[in-house]
């Protein structure tokens, strides 16, 4: 298998392990869990829910508050406006970074293909920082439905880019009391997946996110930062979901997946040509959880349960990116874009093939040009980090617009009250 000029020396998606030891029998059995015995007891994981559920809807709502705050920016000032959302988006990535830290702390393990060389690095103090760039579509396969995008999202904050996240969801989540709304005020994109009523909100949005600006969150082609998130898949990895696509696969004599489901290309080819002008570049992340054995799902052993309360989430998360020049695509023969993205998602599969045969993602270790080509560089091999803010008090920025909303507040009732006792005791 050869991507993007490496040679990964894997066997094909269609080769099979020739033995299974005992633990992955016994997981497979459902006899133990991957993520090891439970670590908190009844007790315990009623104090870590609790405490879970205050830190993270106390910080929602304070988010949330932020949102409101800025809103009348919009009838002022656009550019305003948008800056100020970024800001309080930047909260939230914080809050899911230092949420994750402290109750579901996991290894992380970061990888790339000469693509990306250059753009990977660890911090002195083991932390991750990627050079990607400022505006791009980033699409991933999506093993689990509740922190897929939440990994990812730690990504954009380890390239400074988590004010400036997109991401493309179901509409019922829009309607979740705070979060939803919340979301909306975001500019996430929310489809339907009825591609007539979809097509003309999703062009609006992606023309919204083309335009041009020239508030304090642009760069000097008066375009702001972006990374718009697209699982082509269309719906997380589960049992139906693979039985699902493996019937598409036979009835239309396609190449089934292992690990994967077919992606569907409509919603990223239309992306893809409307915003071809102000975008260069796709980047594209492999992921998967350490200990889901083969056939198995992710979202039936990694629940929010046993990842958050009982101590037992995945051992590792293993991350490959490579990134794919737009220019180089073909957005104007649909059969052709189809082909091109099936390509993709077939190499992610001999990839994820390879992970489970030797316990790592492909990962680009040489020396060569760095990404942009500007200097000789050495890959950066497999990064080993966890999710964690870069400071340990960073959190606090989500609280401080509220918190000065209310000593504003208090100030402004305390002299309202001077004023009204002068007045009244001036005339008695």
């Given at each position: 298998?050869?991507?993007?000029?490496?040679?990964?020396?894997?066997?094909?998606?269609?080769?099979?392990?020739e033995?299974?030891?005992?633990?992955?029998?016994?997981?497979?059995?459902?006899?133990?869990?991957?993520?090891g015995?439970?670590?908190?007891?009844?007790?315990?994981?009623?104090?870590?829910?609790?405490?879970?559920?205050?830190?993270?809807?106390?910080?929602?709502?304070?988010?949330?508050?932020?949102?409101?705050?800025?809103?009348?920016?919009?009838?002022?000032n656009?550019?305003?406006?948008?800056?100020?959302?970024?800001?309080?988006?930047q909260?939230?990535?914080?809050?899911i970074?230092?949420?994750?830290?402290?109750?579901?702390?996991?290894?992380?393990?970061?990888?790339?293909?000469?693509?990306?060389r250059?753009?990977?690095?660890?911090?002195?103090?083991?932390?991750?920082?990627?050079?990607?760039?400022?505006?791009?579509i980033?699409?991933?396969?999506?093993?689990?439905?509740?922190t897929?995008?939440?990994?990812?999202?730690w990504?954009?904050?380890?390239?400074?880019?988590?004010?400036?996240i997109?991401?493309?969801?179901?509409?019922?989540?829009?309607?979740?009391?705070?979060?939803?709304q919340?979301?909306?005020?975001?500019?996430?994109?929310?489809?339907?997946?009825?591609?007539?009523?979809?097509?003309?909100?999703f062009?609006?949005?992606?023309?919204?996110?083309s335009?041009?600006?020239?508030?304090p969150?642009?760069?000097?082609?008066?375009?702001d930062?972006?990374?718009?998130?697209?699982?082509?898949?269309?719906?997380?990895?589960?049992?139906n979901?693979r039985?699902?696509?493996?019937?598409?696969a036979?009835?239309?004599?396609?190449q089934d997946?292992?690990?994967?489901?077919?992606?569907?290309?409509?919603?990223?080819?239309?992306?893809?040509?409307e915003?071809?002008?102000?975008?260069?570049?796709?980047?594209?992340?492999?992921?998967?959880?350490?200990?889901?054995?083969?056939?198995?799902?992710?979202?039936?052993?990694?629940?929010?349960?046993?990842?958050?309360?009982?101590?037992?989430?995945?051992?590792?998360?293993?991350?490959?990116w490579?990134?794919f020049?737009?220019?180089?695509?073909?957005?104007?023969?649909?059969?052709?874009?189809?082909?091109?993205?099936?390509?993709?998602?077939?190499?992610?599969?001999?990839?994820?093939?390879?992970?489970?045969?030797?316990?790592?993602?492909?990962?680009?270790?040489e020396?060569?040009?760095?990404?942009?080509?500007?200097?000789?560089?050495?890959?950066?091999?497999?990064?080993?980090?966890?999710?964690?803010?870069?400071?340990?008090?960073?959190?606090?920025?989500i609280?401080?617009?509220?918190?000065?909303?209310?000593?504003?507040?208090?100030?402004?009732?305390?002299?309202?009250?001077?004023?009204?006792?002068?007045?009244f005791?001036?005339k008695?």
């Open positions: 298998m050869a991507a993007n000029g490496i040679k990964y020396r894997h066997p094909p998606a269609s080769v099979k392990p033995y299974e030891s005992s633990t992955e029998a016994k997981i497979k059995a459902g006899e133990l869990h991957p993520g015995p439970i670590k908190h007891g009844t007790y315990g994981q009623a104090l870590r829910m609790a405490l879970l559920a205050v830190y993270f809807l106390g910080s929602c709502i304070c988010i949330f508050t932020t949102q409101l705050m800025g809103a009348p920016l919009y009838f002022y656009q550019d305003f406006y948008y800056a100020w959302m970024a800001l309080t988006k909260h939230f990535g914080l809050l970074a230092t949420m994750t830290q402290w109750w579901s702390p996991t290894l992380v393990r970061v990888s790339g293909d000469k693509s990306v250059g753009q990977l690095r660890r911090t002195e103090d083991g932390r991750l920082e990627c050079d990607f760039e400022e505006r791009m980033l699409i991933a396969n999506h093993q689990q439905i509740y897929d995008w939440l990994y990812l999202w990504v954009a904050y380890t390239a400074r880019m988590h004010g400036h997109y991401i493309i969801l179901k509409e019922s989540i829009k309607w979740i009391p705070i979060l939803g919340g979301m909306m005020f975001y500019g996430f994109v929310f489809l339907s997946r009825k591609w007539a009523k979809d097509r003309p909100r062009q609006h949005r992606l023309q919204k996110l335009s041009r600006h020239s508030g969150m642009s760069d000097s082609k008066s375009l930062p972006m990374w718009l998130l697209i699982f082509p898949e269309g719906t997380n990895l589960s049992k979901g039985d699902a696509s493996k019937r598409w036979d009835k239309t004599g396609l997946l292992q690990h994967l489901l077919l992606p569907r290309s409509t919603g990223l080819q239309f992306c893809l040509q915003m071809k002008n102000t975008v260069d570049w796709v980047y594209d992340c492999t992921l998967i959880y350490e200990g889901v054995p083969r056939g198995q799902f992710g979202q039936d052993i990694f629940t929010l349960r046993s990842t958050y309360f009982q101590g037992r989430p995945p051992k590792s998360v293993n991350m490959h490579r990134r020049a737009i220019s180089t695509i073909p957005l104007d023969d649909t059969k052709e874009f189809e082909e091109w993205l099936r390509q993709r998602w077939i190499e992610k599969d001999a990839f994820l093939e390879h992970y489970v045969q030797t316990g790592r993602l492909p990962a680009d270790d020396e060569g040009p760095s990404a942009d080509g500007s200097k000789i560089v050495r890959g950066a091999g497999h990064i080993e980090t966890e999710v964690k803010p870069a400071s340990p008090i960073e959190f606090l920025q609280f401080i617009p509220v918190v000065t909303l209310g000593l504003v507040v208090n100030v402004v009732v305390k002299f309202y009250r001077m004023f009204v006792r002068t007045i005791g001036a008695a």
